[in-house]
Structure formats: structure tokens, C-alpha cells
Nanobody, 113 residues
Framework: QVQLVESGGGVVQPGGSLRLSCAAS???????MGWYRQAPGKQRELVAF???????NYADSVKGRFTISRDDAKNTVYLQMNSLMPEDTAAYYC????????WGKGTLVTVSS
């Protein structure tokens, strides 16, 4: 079974940065990895995803500010978040897709002055 564990969330001021990590274990041979977020009172939305060959895609709201990457040796996916804004406040979830969706428990990011 696939297990995903996020870390790196916290509280930052507007304009600050955070890097989220997602450590994957289990059968991850053929899996697409991504990050989703869910803000209070809003639906969960895709933030970014990355394929095994390094292809990436981003939500328009985070383009130019967030970067998704992966370290295959560590079986870990990262989300570098720069120039954070209050509207980025959300629970961030790691996602793996291999025909079914696998989810981490989430890590909270709060951007506030």
C-alpha cells in the first residue's frame, strides 16, 4: 500500500517562504505525484503535479511563486513556496495517483501578518 507523509507546514508572514515535503513509501513504481490544498470554506484544488520524467504543471494562482520537484533517491516530493500571500493559507495535501488516489493527512500553512 502507498503511504504519504507531509511535513514542513507552519505560520509565515506575507512574502515569506516555506518548503513542504512529502515522503512516499509502498508501491510507487508507476505513480504521478502532486500537491493539493483546501482553504477554509473552499473546495480542494490542485496546486501542482510532477511526473516521473520531470514534467510539471501549476495552478495559475501559484505560477511563478511555487516550484514542485522530486528526489527519486529519497522517494520524496517537495513544494517550494515563495512570495506567500494570505490567500495561500490552506491545508496542503500530498497526492499520489496510480489508478486510484492516495492522500497524506495534510499539513497546515498559515500566511498572516
Amino acid at each position: 500500500q502507498v503511504q504519504l507523509v507531509e511535513s514542513g507546514g507552519g505560520v509565515v508572514q506575507p512574502g515569506g517562504s516555506l518548503r513542504l515535503s512529502c515522503a512516499a513509501s509502498g508501491n510507487t513504481v508507476r505513480i504521478f505525484m502532486g500537491w493539493y490544498r483546501q482553504a477554509p470554506g473552499k473546495q480542494r484544488e490542485l496546486v501542482a503535479f510532477i511526473t516521473r520524467d520531470g514534467r510539471t504543471n501549476y495552478a495559475d494562482s501559484v505560477k511563478g511563486r511555487f516550484t514542485i520537484s522530486r528526489d527519486d533517491a529519497k522517494n520524496t516530493v517537495y513544494l517550494q513556496m515563495n512570495s506567500l500571500m494570505p490567500e495561500d493559507t490552506a491545508a496542503y495535501y500530498c497526492n499520489g495517483y496510480d489508478g486510484v488516489n492516495h492522500w497524506g493527512k495534510g499539513t497546515l500553512v498559515t500566511v498572516s501578518s
